[in-house]
């Protein structure tokens, strides 16, 4: 596997379930990302991991719990969510989150439908 | 605080016309800028990429950009369009914190 994978690829789950998205990344990166793609709204930053540790929280409800065990995974558990949370969920690394500098590169996402 | 304006919301050229996309972005210091093209059902891939010196800049694919300090503007072009570049396509800014600001994109449509 090359760049940066995630699975699955598509998911439908309903209000009450629980489930979990990943995303590996095969650059030897030290900074990885979430974000929210809708239809019809701007990319949004979730969160963003550096070397392990969270440096950002964009205001995400608390049914986003995302984790990061190591510098090449990052997880992001989902548990009652909201129809209005469909979107492709897209996940992206870095080198390190502490200059500017750095191109993200992205995984193909994770389209979610909440029924 | 930084933003990014892309302001054009879709574009449609003949295939084998030239482009340009716009971009301006809102940055107190030396901005790092990307431009980054996504496919339908794909993540985000990188073009090119703008921090210092020559202010045009090629990419891959055959884009170019160039960047204006005086406009505040980083815009994307292609000489000549060819289908498979009908895509979104989205500038951003990068940040503090290694964060970066994206537009809201540009869809780009190519009629044959």
């Known amino acids: 596997e090359t760049g940066v994978t995630q699975t699955p690829r598509h998911l439908v789950m309903g209000m009450t379930n629980k489930k979990s998205l990943k995303c590996e990344q095969h650059?030897?990166?030290?900074?990885m990302y979430w974000y929210k793609q809708s239809a019809k709204k701007p990319l949004e930053l979730m969160f963003v991991?550096?070397?392990?540790?969270?440096?950002e929280n964009n205001s995400v409800p608390s049914r986003f719990s995302p984790e990061c065990p190591n510098s090449s995974h990052l997880f992001l558990h989902l548990h009652t969510l909201q129809p209005e949370d469909s979107a492709l969920y897209l996940c992206?690394?870095?080198?390190?989150?502490?200059?500017?500098?750095?191109?993200?590169?992205f995984g193909p996402g994770t389209r979610l439908t909440v029924t | 605080a930084q933003s990014v304006t892309q302001p054009d919301i879709h574009i449609t050229v003949s295939e084998g016309a030239s482009l340009e996309l716009r971009c301006n972005y809102s940055?107190?210091?030396?901005?790092?800028l990307f431009w980054y093209v996504q496919s339908p059902g794909q993540g985000l891939q990188l073009l090119l990429k703008?921090?210092?010196?020559?202010?045009l800049v090629q990419g891959i694919k055959g884009f170019e950009a160039e960047f204006k300090r005086s406009q505040s503007s980083f815009n994307l072009r292609k000489p000549s369009v060819h289908w498979s570049d009908a895509a979104e396509y989205f500038c951003?800014?990068?940040?503090?914190?290694?964060?970066?600001?994206f537009g809201d994109g540009t869809t780009l449509t190519v009629k044959p």
């Open positions: 992206a690394s870095s080198q390190a989150a502490m200059d500017s500098n750095y191109e993200q590169y």
């Open positions: 650059l030897g990166h030290n900074a």
């Open positions: 991991y550096n070397f392990k540790e969270q440096t």
């Open positions: 940055y107190g210091a030396t901005p790092y």
């Open positions: 703008y921090f210092s010196g020559d202010t």
């Open positions: 951003a800014v990068g940040t503090n914190a290694g964060k970066s600001t």
